[in-house]
């Protein structure tokens, strides 16, 4: 896995690493997605989303936010995130299975996505995020 | 204690200005000696970035559950003009009016002969969980009144007594409530969830009062030594939250527009009388009236599955009070030598109002406020009450648990969530969850001890002891 959890005394703080931009998004979709659901393995769902925003931090907040919201309504639990960044805009196809209650239900509520501490930088070749998951 | 920060009292402590650049007040927090381990640097920078924000008035005040959240800490206070000052979800939270109920029973603890059976029909009965729905079906006219009345509508549905609306903190309903300003996102989100607990810190416990500290409010409040009682914890579960990233979104560009400069910025914020603050108050009071339904619905649900097993009657069951715990409120208090209205803000806090007061129920003013602080898994909880200190001092609030002091990973592998549920049950407590991986990750050692925290709160006379009780289940989400 290429995100760990950090100390955080409250909430879930997560660091993630990956070797570009688009593959950083798609590690916290998935980072996000085992903090609410611990499994979630490959489905036949499919949904393409599209945001935008006013800069990179924004756009990660509004695009994990997204999926959050169409996760708990649609009852889907993702999986696989293909990611493309063009400026502060993103496309996503996000894959995954329904959520089924005895699979799923172990794990905690992300309620949102926080400003507070969120980094996106890059680390010699790889590209890093710190972001904060208010549970 | 952290370079930097002085001591006022025993158990107060202050932020000078200057602490963070721009702050415009001091910082002041209440922490014992005992505690000041506990007390974590990042969360007294968020206190300290508090104080800079526009309006503030007085201090930007934590209480000894504080512990560092995102934007204000956990257990912050905030009070802002209502001309000069601002109004910021992150002085409010994803979670809009998670908070705690008291319901009492005529039971003692000699008449729950097999806790076990009840706290499974509880377990089976109260919606638990990540992704649990309520078994509610609710129109979208419904979401619109349920938001504009709160407890009110419910009452009307069939889901309570009349007694519940005036024990409720604002009679469970902030009138300032605007569902028009509620997203069709979030709408989405809420119709599904009323009524059920959700997951995390949340919960449903049965417990016994075990010490009784101050007899005739205790007698005011309904308690005595043996009873049974029931304290629901949640919040308003995605409907609120999806209120608050909605409107942090457009307070973002409020704060650019209006000039606001924040060191934080998930203290994204607007001036209270302003289109982007009148529409996130709206929004929140509406998601506010949401949660105080949501635990009506469970006290509804409790209350039927106690009336069913034990064959007391419903109205035997009435509710002491419910307490909010993030929210911000318009409020009249006294401020710079004469009295004003401010936007309070409680982050993790809880109102404490002292006696007399009109917003006090009627049948507690002699006593002031119900205060409930619940502990953690296997810690006890307590029922204070509210007092003239806090009135002068902290806004009317106090702390609201006990605080986190681990985190969910480190809890997580300190202990397996099994050997919690165990240990729990040879001190004679059960413990039902959705998994053991979140009994583990709410252990009773990952908090602050609850006595601890309610005795600095009593030390800083900010609220008073009135009972105290021990768990006897516990059901997690």
Redesign the interface.
């Known amino acids: 896995m290429s995100f760990e ?1 950090l ?6 703080r997560v660091r993630v690493r990956a070797e570009d931009c688009n593959a950083l998004f798609a590690e916290a979709a998935r980072a996000m997605f085992s903090i ?3 499994t979630c393995d490959e489905g036949e769902i499919e949904r393409s989303i599209t945001v935008t925003s ?1 800069d990179i ?2 756009l990660m907040i ?1 695009f994990l ?1 997204e999926l959050l ?1 169409v996760s ?2 649609d ?1 889907v639990v993702f999986s696989s995130f293909d990611v493309s960044i063009t400026g502060t805009s993103l496309t996503v196809t996000a894959r995954g299975e329904p ?1 089924a ?1 005895e699979k ?6 992300v ?8 980094t996106i930088f890059r680390d010699g070749e790889e590209f890093c995020s710190e972001i ?1 998951f ?2 | 204690m952290l370079e930097g920060i002085e001591k006022i009292s025993e158990v107060e402590w202050e932020v000078p200005v200057g602490y963070v650049p721009g702050m415009r007040v001091p910082g002041r927090f209440f922490l014992s000696e005992d505690l000041s381990e506990t007390l ?1 640097a990042g969360a007294v920078q ?1 206190l300290a970035n508090v104080a800079t924000l526009p309006g503030v008035v007085r201090y930007s005040l934590a209480m000894p559950d504080i ?5 204000f800490p ?1 257990g912050g206070v905030a009070a802002f003009e209502e001309d000069t000052g601002v109004v910021s979800p992150g002085g409010v ?3 809009i009016n998670c908070g705690v109920r008291l319901i009492t029973t005529p039971l003692t603890v000699a008449d729950i002969t097999n806790p076990r059976a009840l706290i499974e029909e509880l377990f089976r009965t109260v919606p638990t ?4 729905e309520s078994t509610m079906r609710l129109s979208e006219a419904d979401l619109d009144d349920l938001m504009a009345d709160g407890v009110e509508w419910a009452i009307d549905h069939g889901l309570g007594m009349e007694s519940d609306i005036v024990h409720c903190e604002e009679q469970g309903k902030m009138k300032q409530a605007n569902p028009a300003a509620v997203s069709k ?1 979030a709408r ?2 809420g119709r599904p969830q009323a009524g059920t607990l ?3 810190n949340h919960f449903l416990e049965v417990q016994a009062v075990d010490a009784v500290f101050d007899p005739e409010a205790a007698k005011a409040f309904g308690l005595a030594t043996g009873q049974i009682c029931c304290m629901v914890h949640c919040g308003s579960r ?1 409907l609120g ?2 209120v ?2 909605d409107h ?2 457009v307070l ?1 560009s409020a704060t650019r527009k209006y000039g606001i400069e924040i060191p ?3 203290l ?1 914020c607007a001036p209270v009388h302003s289109p982007e603050g009148e529409a996130y108050f709206g929004a929140m009071a509406a998601a506010a009236n949401y949660a105080w339904v949501n635990r009506q619905v469970i006290t509804h649900q409790v209350r039927t599955v106690f009336a069913r097993l034990f064959g007391i009657a419903y109205e035997e069951m009435p509710l002491v009070y419910d307490v909010a715990h993030n929210v911000a409120k318009m409020e009249e208090h006294a401020a710079y030598g004469k009295r004003r209205t401010l936007c309070v803000h409680r982050k993790g806090a809880t109102r404490a109002f002292g006696p007399g007061l009109h917003d006090v129920p009627q049948v507690y003013r002699a006593v002031g406020q119900p205060v409930i602080i619940p502990g953690s898994m296997g810690s006890s909880s307590y029922v204070l009450h509210g007092t003239a200190t806090a009135m002068e001092r902290t806004f009317g609030s106090t702390c609201h648990g006990a605080g ?7 809890a997580k592998h300190a202990t397996p969530g099994r050997q919690v549920r165990e240990q729990l049950l040879k001190q004679g407590i059960i413990v039902r969850a ?2 053991d ?2 009994i583990a ?1 709410e252990a009773p050692d990952a908090y602050k001890e609850s006595d601890k925290v309610v005795d600095v709160v009593r030390l800083a006379g900010l609220s008073l002891p009135v009972v105290r009780l021990h768990p006897v289940g516990v059901i997690k ?1």
Do not use: N, W
Not at chain 2, 67 to 71: A, L, P, R, V, W
Not at chain 2, 404 to 410: D, E, Q
């Open positions: 959890e100390p955080h005394q409250a909430d879930v609410m659901y611990v006013d931090p924004s509004d936010s919201f708990e309504v009852r959520f209650r799923h239900q172990g794990g905690m509520e309620k949102g996505v926080s400003y507070s501490g969120l904060l208010d549970v | 974590e968020q512990h560092s959240g995102y934007g956990i939270g994803y979670d969980g990540v992704g649990a996102k989405q989100r959700g997951s995390g995605g939250h999806q608050c990233t942090l979104r973002e934080d910025r998930q994204a986190r002091v681990m985190s969910r990973t480190k959705t998994s991986a979140s990750e989400g």
